[in-house]
């Protein structure tokens, strides 16, 4: 009887490892920008239904508290005022309003490596959040959150492939007066990164000075104009259905000053929306198409992210929950319905409940991610660094989800088939051959071309690991935040401009 033939080894199985991990790409596999759409939690007839109930409201109910200047204009429109005072918005105007709303455009960073194309179904992950704590690096508790938490994080996420743009994460609360929370946001976000940004602004009377930084950053007035690197993040609309006094201001001000807006709404289930999700997505999708309205009215086609965010109540406390499958499907239906109506589409994910690094963070984190990246959604917000149901940031998980947002996006890019992928020829190689795929230039070129390679997340067996120390990914986690904030980086702000800066405004981080 013969004997089965042996394979050869030859070098053994630390050369091969070696051989291999020589050979690990530096290339994104899968880089942000994937498209999704895949998962569709809500059918045609069921989007439709949303919609029409949504457009009833508008038309029915209408929006109270519009100042006069936004009744004026929409007035103007044919929009009406009832008999309560609330302003209705006629189907007709809605539709038209949508049909001349920006459906695409780029969202660009100072450096335009970092530029974003906005709309279809490509997905990109970034930040968002207004945490008032932080998880310290030292002790693993939570402390309010500071200027230099802000700082730190912007300079963090400046250099995670994964994570597109940087919309401040937490509240600077060693501010007290809102003009210096405003124009030390603004600072940190220049001064850290020149991927695109986001923040909040407080007042619409601190736009223009916000507007003048940008300007003097990127060399003179009107440049920010040209290339509108930051974008406004505002609510409109307090749920249920009323317009924000201070927040239209805002915006006003921003679309004179041509900064883009993600327009927030961020109702909750049970408390300022309804308990049922398909409620729930008729009212949210009604106060998104108000806060549409507000900005297209003012100028249409302007630069909008149509950011319908459902957000969650646990209805056993009140609390607010950022983990879990309700939120996820809500934020997925979210993405779903805006892509139908052709906007470019914003919801949140990632917004994990959890305090500590721990199995709750990540189970959280990845389930809502990939519900948000699989449905489409353009720009997923939330989704790095936010802990504790969205009141605490954390260093540690920056890094780690960036980690998984990197295997989102794998999941996204999907299978390529081929003759090259279907690899018939490698296969006949190896079975007339060695026996296996092992360092065969078929196996080399898929390494480099198909597969995201964790940095974090721990692949050695039990025996090496053990010997190593046996450290959890928490402790990895924070190794590489030190590692990184360590490193002070290229100077993003020259020091003359910086000087100048200075000069102006009441800048409290410490002159670099």
């Not at 806060?291 to 009215?297: R, W, Y």
Request: hydrophobic share 45%; proline share 6%.
């Amino acid at each position: 009887m013969q004997q089965p033939r042996q394979v050869r080894r030859g070098g053994g199985r630390a050369a091969r490892v070696a051989a291999r991990t020589a050979e690990t790409p530096a290339v994104n596999a899968a880089p942000p920008g994937q498209v999704g759409g895949h998962y569709r939690p809500l059918a045609e007839p069921d989007i439709r239904a949303i919609y029409d109930t949504a457009l009833t409201i508008l038309a029915e109910l209408g929006m109270g508290g519009a100042p006069p200047l936004l009744v004026e204009t929409a007035f103007a429109r044919g929009a009406e005022v009832t008999a309560a005072g609330r302003l209705a918005f006629p189907r007709a105007l809605v539709e038209d309003l949508v049909a001349g709303a920006a459906k695409r455009f780029v969202l660009p960073g100072r450096d335009p490596r970092h530029d974003i194309e906005v709309g279809d179904d490509r997905v990109w992950f970034g930040t968002g959040g207004a945490a008032v704590r932080t998880l310290d690096l030292d002790t693993g508790r939570y402390r309010p959150s500071t200027l230099k938490d802000l700082h730190d994080f912007t300079r963090l996420a400046d250099r995670l492939a994964n994570v597109s743009w940087f919309t401040r994460c937490c509240v600077a609360t060693d501010l007290p007066d809102i003009r210096d929370l405003d124009i030390n946001t603004a600072y940190a976000l220049v001064s850290g990164t020149t991927k695109p940004v986001g923040t909040s602004i407080t007042l619409g009377a601190h736009v223009d000075p916000i507007v003048d930084l940008f300007d003097m950053v990127l060399g003179g007035a009107g440049r920010f104009r040209e290339r509108p690197f930051c974008k406004a993040h505002i609510s409109p609309v307090v749920s249920p259905l009323r317009y924000g006094e201070d927040a239209v201001e805002v915006t006003v001000a921003c679309i004179r000053r041509g900064m883009p807006i993600n327009c927030i709404i961020a109702a909750q289930s049970g408390a300022t929306a309804p308990a049922t999700l398909a409620g729930f997505l008729a009212q949210s999708l009604a106060e998104t198409l108000a806060g549409l309205a507000l900005v297209n009215l003012f100028q249409p086609g302007y630069p909008m992210i149509f950011s319908n965010w459902p957000l969650v109540i646990d209805l056993r406390t009140g609390a607010f929950a950022g983990g879990g499958g309700e939120s996820s499907v809500l934020n997925a239906a979210s993405a779903q319905v805006s892509n139908w109506l052709g906007l470019p589409s914003g919801v949140a994910s990632s917004m994990a409940d959890a305090k500590a690094v721990d199995a709750q963070m990540g189970a959280e984190k990845a389930l809502s991610a990939l519900a948000a990246g699989l449905a489409g959604a353009n720009m997923v917000y939330e989704s790095a660094g936010m802990m504790a149901s969205l009141l605490g940031a954390s260093f540690e998980a920056f890094v780690l989800d960036d980690e998984m947002l990197g295997h989102v996006q794998r999941i996204l890019r999907g299978v390529e088939v081929s003759e090259e992928t279907l690899g018939l020829a490698a296969i006949r190689e190896a079975v007339t051959g060695e026996g296996h795929f092992l360092g065969g230039a078929h196996t080399l070129a898929a390494m480099q071309r198909d597969y995201v390679y964790p940095a974090l997340a721990d692949r050695d067996p039990p025996d090496l690991w053990g010997a190593k120390g046996a450290p959890d990914i928490w402790q990895r986690a924070r190794d590489k935040v030190r590692t990184l904030l360590n490193d002070p980086g290229p100077v993003l702000v020259p020091p003359d401009v910086d000087a100048r800066i200075r000069d102006r405004y009441r800048i409290l981080y410490p002159d670099r």
